[in-house]
């Protein structure tokens, strides 16, 4: 109850099917429709997300980071939530969902392998990539996801994600959903963009989780993280701050 991750990511991907005409200024706005104290949106996160316009046939993503309190009671609860999508010139859809507490269990069978940020030190306004390489024990798991969580929402944002791998099979494929369904693979590249919001340092840690026998399990080496630094600006006013008040007062002169 308390070591590994407390934190998971819902995502939609939200797509224009009309092949013709761009849809403009399209928000997502998330809403709890149940109660439940453990189970809320992140520290920082916000409710609405600006997704922009979405040109005929493209599909852009979206994600909520979403904390679980650690406490047993929260164990085998549910909290439900909508997400209202809609744009200035779309329809509204309201897509529903729920999330369902269970018990985690740590196996080493679940490993991070490897994780960069490229570049570490990005802009306020531009985008950085988060590479992640990870594996599980066996690809014949029913169910597996690759969330990235304990990022600041206030800071950066998640754009997009899409995960590549060889099936058991030699196949390749390639996901652009955390949740992977019967991935029958072992070994995954996990590549991330980030929009960065605001100036600040934000932590970023890989999970990898799979499902095996009723049970859930996440990465036994969880901690691992990598950070991304986002220096601030300066301005271009300068004056001589005589009486050293941090103010421009009357009479002080621009330099």
């Known amino acids: 109850m308390n070591v590994g991750p407390n934190q998971t990511i819902i995502q939609f991907r939200v797509t224009n099917p009309d092949l013709v005409n761009t849809a403009h200024a399209v928000t997502a706005t998330f809403a709890w ?3 439940n104290i453990y189970i ?18 493209q599909t852009k993503d979206v994600f909520y980071l979403v904390e679980i309190t650690r406490n047993a009671a929260a164990y085998f609860t549910t909290r439900n939530y909508q997400v209202t999508i809609a744009g ?3 329809p509204t859809y309201t897509p529903t969902g729920s999330i369902y507490v269970e018990k985690l269990l740590s196996q080493n069978r679940n490993d991070i392998t490897g994780i960069m940020v490229s570049p570490p030190n990005p802009t306020v306004g531009s985008t950085f990539t988060v590479t992640v390489t990870s594996t599980t024990g066996s690809p014949n798991y029913p169910d597996l996801a690759l969330p990235l969580v304990k990022y600041d929402p206030a800071m950066v944002m998640p754009l997009g ?3 590549t791998y060889t099936d ?14 019967n991935p029958e693979g072992n070994a ?8 960065v919001l605001n100036a600040g340092v934000s932590d970023l840690y890989p999970v990898i989780y799979d499902r095996s026998g009723g049970s859930y399990h996440y990465n036994a080496d969880y901690g691992e993280f990598e950070t991304v630094y986002v220096p601030g600006s300066i301005g271009n006013w300068v004056w001589y701050d005589a009486n050293a008040n941090g103010m ?7 330099l």
């Not at 600006?50 to 040109?55: L, Q, V």
């Not at 995954?188 to 929009?195: D, E, I, M, N, S």
């Open 248 to 254: 421009q007062d009357p009479g002080e002169l621009v």
């Open 161 to 163: 994600m899409v995960t």
């Open 40 to 57: 809320n949106l992140a520290p920082g996160e916000t409710a609405i997300k600006n997704i922009g316009d979405i040109a005929p046939g």
């Open 33 to 35: 429709t149940s109660a």
């Open 88 to 90: 200035s010139d779309t």
């Open 188 to 195: 995954f590249t996990t590549v991330w963009t980030f929009l």
């Open 168 to 181: 058991k099979d030699g196949n390749p494929r390639t996901v652009y959903n955390v949740y992977i369904p």
